[in-house]
T-cell receptor, first 111, second 113 residues
Framework: GENVEQHPSTLSVQEGDSAVIKCTYSDSASNYFPWYKQELGKRPQLIIDIRSNVGEKKDQRIAVTLNKTAKHFSLHITETQPEDSAVYFCAASISNYQLIWGAGTKLIIKP | DGGITQSPKYLFRKEGQNVTLSCEQNLNHDAMYWYRQDPGQGLRLIYYSQIVNDFQKGDIAEGYSVSREKKESFPLTVTSAQKNPTAFYLC????????????FGEGSWLTVV
């Protein structure tokens, strides 16, 4: 069946450095790829998304890139700050109504 | 985000008891979802509904039931058949149009005592 693989499962970076999280999807029909941030004990919140007709999207320190040929997309966070510490989930659409979720990446920002 | 209300935030269930988690949205969204999240794990889809009076099983529907009698409401019942229900339950909704954002409620913590 369809799946999304997310790597790494844990990422530790020095404050101020960049962080990159990668996801690979299997369904070639997927056309929507959101990224969610979840702080401990709270709900996931959308931080950025990208649609299949776009290769890259940026929002301040956050960017997402999409390679449809290779079926992978990545989240890039530059100039990391302590408040970036959280679990990040990627997802890929498999229909109008459903997303397939990655397993999550715990991002730790070291002071 | 503020348009999806889940209650209660914390719930304790005794063995053999059914409990119902409430989810209400005022975003006029057609589609609603229930996810289960175990500690340190990802999101697993329990049920989803695309329209009133219709719903579909997700990946882990066994031991759960839902109803969708009104557009704004999608309650989840955790039945006694669900042997390991302790988890964080998240309700979500979106418009159902391809590529539209899914918004989550604040979640409900269910613990078996």
């Amino acid at each position: 069946g369809e799946n999304v693989e997310q790597h790494p499962s844990t990422l530790s970076v020095q404050e101020g450095d960049s962080a990159v999280i990668k996801c690979t999807y299997s369904d070639s029909a997927s056309n929507y790829f959101p990224w969610y941030k979840q702080e401990l004990g709270k709900r996931p919140q959308l931080i950025i998304d990208i649609r299949s007709n776009v290769g890259e999207k940026k929002d301040q320190r956050i960017a997402v890139t999409l390679n449809k040929t290779a079926k992978h997309f990545s989240l890039h966070i530059t100039e990391t700050q302590p408040e970036d510490s959280a679990v990040y989930f990627c997802a890929a659409s498999i229909s109008n109504y459903q997303l397939i979720w990655g397993a999550g990446t715990k991002l730790i920002i070291k002071p | 985000d503020g348009g999806i209300t889940q209650s209660p935030k914390y719930l304790f269930r005794k063995e053999g008891q059914n409990v119902t988690l409430s989810c209400e949205q005022n975003l006029n969204h057609d589609a609603m979802y229930w996810y289960r999240q175990d500690p340190g794990q990802g999101l697993r889809l329990i049920y989803y509904s695309q329209i009133v009076n219709d719903f579909q099983k997700g990946d882990i529907a066994e031991g759960y039931s839902v109803s969708r009698e009104k557009k704004e409401s999608f309650p989840l019942t955790v039945t006694s058949a669900q042997k390991n229900p302790t988890a964080f339950y998240l309700c979500a909704s979106n418009s159902g149009v391809a590529g539209n954002t899914i918004y989550f409620g604040e979640g409900s913590w269910l613990t078996v005592v």
